[in-house]
């Protein structure tokens, strides 16, 4: 480059100022537009130089001294300071990594000048803006800022800085414009040795809607992520945090800063910091309770906004799942479900597991969050199927998980799975065939346990239904169908005298609880009723929710008879092979099995729906089907439903009375069964066709062919039993010259020597299930007599003994099988049992016999201890069953398996529970206290254990403890059910009543150190 032809003009030093050539000198002599156009030609000249013009550097160092003077420093023309920011900001890249200027003082002069000048970028329509956001990038590239780190008080301009930038900052800028910005911050966060906290105030700040200066949200994540200003932050308020309250308040606000750092869309802090992303998790099992709960918050807009960081998140959520505190716990539900709302992928299998997990808290609140939430996700994804067949196979265990609820012990838990059914699994508001579709493939799909509780639910509604035919019923007797008992009873009998005063809102109840009421009939009758109660000036009315509880448990809001027909003409399209079932996931012999099932529940419970001509005729169409089970489930159908049938519908009813006497006769047993109780329940002429199905199966009975026995046996008995004064006499003649002459006192086969203790039930040999069914012929035919004038029951029971004690093989010729004997004892174990629950044979039942009946609950085949259980266990809950029957489970002490221990102690726990409760609901059981209150069974069992076989030597040490083990057993299964009045009365009980016994008695006082 030339030298300049300009005349140098020395400084006030002395020193020589050279300006670009065509540059005169520029002074306070000239006008503002000369020194404008003047400084114009000096940028250009210092744009374009670079730091290797070590002429010109040194030719032009006393002009950069000169223009970082006060004249141009507090110049009042803004286009003189733009003009001479731009000259010092090239200066400073031009002399870079020295500045010309050595003075402190200067060098924070010329800063805090150049800062103010960066305001100018907020506009950028000004003609200037483009020289603003030169200098601007000279700044952000060159580093300039950093100089100031040597200069003691830097903080003032860096905080200046920040300000300006975040002050001016909008939406008319561009990318550019924002990345410079937060460059030049960043290279200052970066490269300095700390970041004091005003300067972290000034940041921060922005992040406050309250405080926020930004008129955009500009993306500051960019410049927090920057890790030395992240790890000073985290260090001085969470690492190093006390566990003082307020502490806790610091930690929490935080939080929730660092919680919109991580959470908001665009970020990538959680990368691009790994540390603090896990510093960060740590705040999860914070002590303090506000801190927790807001981390918690925070995962749902993480999950929806990061699903990659779901990993992450899964472990810490999993802990706050069980979290002490309830609100935390409940939070976490909302925080999965509302991300599982958003999109179904976001949440894993271990996430929607915590939300399983607590619809099984112990707070009601978290509970129901959970079960609704489930229940949202059903009803989105596998109801409307809004993402896809993945979406709906992975919430598809839902449905079972809800229904499993119901038989929780709460009465809010079940009032809650009605109305998730009602309104999420089987929304009634859908049209009826819709609705029953919905329904149809629902059940075809649940699991067993879930299938249960659903009829379940049924039964109790239908209940309710039967027992409030009576309004007055309703507010009596069944307050504890409500929520909160206590106040309901108040509640119902405001509802009872609102009933006496207003006609028509009886008739409507009585509408609805009518059995021919249909779902669109109840629907109108609860939004009337529940208007008429409603009260404007009362917006939250405990007395209307209440009534409401009641009304939309016993309203048939799902079936009627437009529904049945749906439901038939659904399964019709199965069998004909035209309906939708594999793209519901089902096979159609499932989906017609299951819509059978279905039907026959629904039977019990609507049965007026099922009277037309259509459902009966598709109905005949499934007797006729191959399937067995299909075909019992139509007969049982029948039974229910038919009551009307033989006035109704003549044509249904003479192509019926063929089927049903083909299936007695040669049908299935189940199917014989249905049948005989069919033609029972629903025909006038009962006894001509009993007798007409009676009399050739009694004469063609031939031992010689078992495998065609079992089906007439089972007719036979069932007939006798519903009709005993038409049919116990000629039965006498076929029990004791067939039943017991013919066939149980004899073996015509040798069974297989193979060692085993039981064959499932296809190995079976036609002749053991001929006897078996024999058996259950002889307690039929009794129990239809229900008396013992013949000794009939005498002989019986002496029979069934015999069995017991010769282990099953009657004819002691050895020929049985073991598995078949063990079949055997199960059958005769089970007759005595099902004899003691009839009065009159209870009564004749000799000890011994007694005794025997009970060892059976020790036999040696597993299967025969697990069934024999679980048919006394039955029969005990239904207080079918004597009180000493109960006795029996304290064998089970030293049963070698520990699972049917834990059975025998639950059915224990449980019969306790029920007749303790029965009790307390019925105030005439205390004249009967004898034979319900659960201590009296303590002789019984004593007694039981005195004449146990096994204890053969009073004297013997182990055989006490054996026999201490099973009083023991059963004694505290006891104690821990009852109060403290019952366990001081048992154990009075137990000093007084063993010493009744002689063997115990000897032993009591023996031995007490083997007692004690």
């Known amino acids: 480059m030339d030298f300049p032809a300009t005349q140098p003009k020395p400084t006030a030093d002395g020193k020589i100022i050279y300006y670009p050539p065509g540059v005169k000198e520029i002074t306070d002599k000239i006008t503002n537009d000369e020194v404008v156009k003047r400084l114009k030609m000096v940028v250009k000249t210092f744009m374009d130089m670079d730091q290797d013009s070590e002429d010109e550097k040194q030719q032009y160092l006393p002009l950069a001294l000169h223009l970082a003077s006060e004249f141009f420093l507090r110049n009042p023309n803004k286009d003189v300071r733009l003009l001479v920011a731009c000259c010092l900001a090239d200066i400073f890249r031009i002399y870079a990594p020295e500045a010309p200027y050595t003075s402190h003082d200067k060098l924070k002069d010329i800063f805090l000048f150049i800062t103010r000048q960066l305001k100018g970028l907020e506009d950028t329509k000004s003609p200037q803006f483009n020289r603003y956001f030169y200098l601007l990038e000279n700044l952000a590239w060159v580093k300039s800022y950093n100089i100031c780190f040597e200069l003691e008080d830097c903080n003032e301009i860096f905080i200046q800085l920040f300000r300006t930038l975040f002050s001016v900052i909008n939406n008319s800028h561009n990318q550019k414009v924002q990345m410079h910005m937060l460059d030049l911050m960043s290279s200052i966060i970066m490269e300095g040795d700390g970041v004091t906290q005003e300067l972290l105030d000034s940041i921060l700040i922005n992040l406050i809607p309250a405080h926020k200066v930004c008129k955009v949200k500009c993306d500051i994540n960019i410049l927090l992520k920057k890790s030395f ?67 918690v918050k925070f995962a749902s807009h993480c999950l929806m906004n990061h699903p990659d960081l779901a990993k992450d998140l899964t472990e810490y959520l999993k802990v706050r799942s069980h979290d002490p505190e309830e609100a935390i716990r409940h939070d976490v539900i909302v925080t999965i479900i509302t991300a599982g709302k958003r999109d179904l992928s976001l949440v894993n299998d271990q996430l929607l597991g915590f939300v399983r997990e607590r619809t099984l808290d112990k707070r009601w609140r978290v509970r129901k969050e959970a079960m609704m939430g489930l229940a949202q996700l059903y009803k989105k994804y596998c109801l409307h199927a809004e993402a896809g067949k993945d979406a709906a196979e992975k919430v598809s265990w839902i449905k079972d998980k809800l229904l499993h609820i119901y038989y929780q012990n709460s009465i809010d838990d079940k009032l809650l799975v009605e109305k998730i059914f009602a309104q999420y699994l089987v929304p009634h508001n859908l049209e009826t065939e819709e609705r029953m579709k919905c329904l149809y493939y629902l059940y075809a799909s649940l699991d067993p346990n879930a299938v249960k509780a659903l009829n379940e639910m049924w039964k109790c509604q239908n209940m309710l239904r039967m027992a409030n035919l009576s309004y007055v019923y309703i507010v009596f007797n069944h307050v504890e169908n409500l929520p909160d008992p206590g106040k309901a009873q108040d509640f119902v009998k405001k509802f009872n005298q609102v009933l006496g005063d207003d006609e028509k809102l009886r008739s409507q109840l009585e509408l609805l609880i009518s059995p021919t009421c249909s779902c669109k009939q109840a629907d109108i009758c609860v939004r009337e009723i529940a208007r008429k109660l409603a009260n404007p000036k009362q917006p939250t009315n405990p007395f209307l929710e209440m009534v409401k509880f009641l009304l939309e448990r016993i309203a048939p809001v799902h079936i009627d008879s437009e529904a049945i027909s749906a439901l038939v003409k659904l399964m019709n399209k ?10 519901e996931g089902v096979s159609p012999d499932t989906a017609i ?28 169409q499934c007797l006729r089907m191959e399937d067995d089970k299909v075909a019992e489930a139509a007969i049982q159908i029948f039974r229910n439903t038919g009551h009307k049938i033989e006035t109704d519908l003549p044509q249904i009813r003479s192509t019926l009375i063929p089927i049903l006497h083909q299936k007695a006769k040669r049908g299935t047993p189940h199917q014989a069964k249905q049948a005989v109780h069919c033609i029972h329940a629903i025909f006038s002429n009962k006894e001509v066709q009993l007798a007409q199905i009676f009399e050739p199966l009694s004469r063609s009975l031939n031992a010689d062919v078992p495998e065609q026995l079992i089906t007439p046996l089972v007719s036979l008995g069932h007939i006798s039993m519903l009709a005993p004064d038409q049919f116990a006499s000629p039965m006498k003649s076929v029990v004791a010259n067939f039943i017991v002459k013919d066939l149980l006192m004899n073996d015509r086969s040798t069974g297989e020597k193979n060692g085993k203790l039981w064959s499932p039930d296809e190995e079976v040999s036609p002749e053991v299930l001929a006897k078996v069914q024999a058996i259950k012929l002889l307690v039929r035919w009794l129990l239809g007599m229900k008396n013992n004038q013949s000794k009939s029951a005498n002989s019986t029971l002496r029979l069934l003994s015999a069995m017991l004690v010769s282990e099953g093989d009657l004819t002691e010729q050895k020929r049985i099988s073991k598995s078949d004997m063990s079949r055997l004892r199960l059958a005769a174990g089970s007759a005595i049992m099902k004899l003691a629950q009839e009065p009159c044979y209870h009564e004749i039942i000799t000890p011994e016999q007694f005794q025997l009946c009970a060892l059976v609950i020790n036999d040696e085949c597993y299967q025969v201890r697990q069934i024999f259980a679980q048919k006394l266990h039955k029969a005990l809950v239904k207080l079918l069953l ?38 307390k609901q019925n105030p005439m059981a205390n004249e009967k206290l004898l034979s319900l209150l659960p201590e009296y069974v303590v002789p019984y069992m004593i007694h039981l254990l005195a004449h146990d076989p096994d204890f053969t030597k009073p004297q013997d040490v182990d055989q006490l403890r054996d026999l201490l083990a099973k009083f023991t ?3 505290q299964s006891a104690a821990n059910r009852g109060s403290e009045q019952t366990q001081q009365f048992a154990q009075q009980f137990t000093q007084k009543g063993a010493r009744r016994d002689l063997h115990f008695c000897s032993l009591w006082c023996t031995f007490p150190q083997v007692w004690s």
Not at 893 to 917: F, M, T
Request: proline share 3%.
């Open 229 to 295: 200003l992240l790890n000073f932050f985290f260090n001085q308020v969470l690492v190093l945090g006390k566990s003082s309250s307020n502490d806790g308040e610091e930690r929490l606000a935080v939080v929730r800063l660092l919680a919109k750092l991580f959470g908001s869309k665009d970020s990538d802090l959680a990368t691009q910091n790994r540390p603090l992303w896990q510093c960060f998790l740590g705040r999860f099992n914070d002590i303090h309770v506000p801190v927790r709960l807001e981390s």
């Open 574 to 583: 199965s069998i004909e092979g035209t309906a939708d079932d594999e793209e």
């Open 882 to 919: 004597p009180l000493e029957y109960m006795a029996i489970f304290a064998l089970c002490a030293k049963d070698p398996v520990k699972e049917r221990r834990a059975h025998a102690r639950q059915c224990l726990l449980k019969n306790i529970s029920i007749r303790r409760e029965y009790i």
């Open 593 to 620: 099995r299951a819509g059978l099932e279905l039907l026959k529940v629904l039977s019990f419970t609507h049965p007026t729906s099922f009277h037309s001509a259509e459902t009966y005729e598709s109905l005949l």
């Open 969 to 971: 057993f059963h004694r």
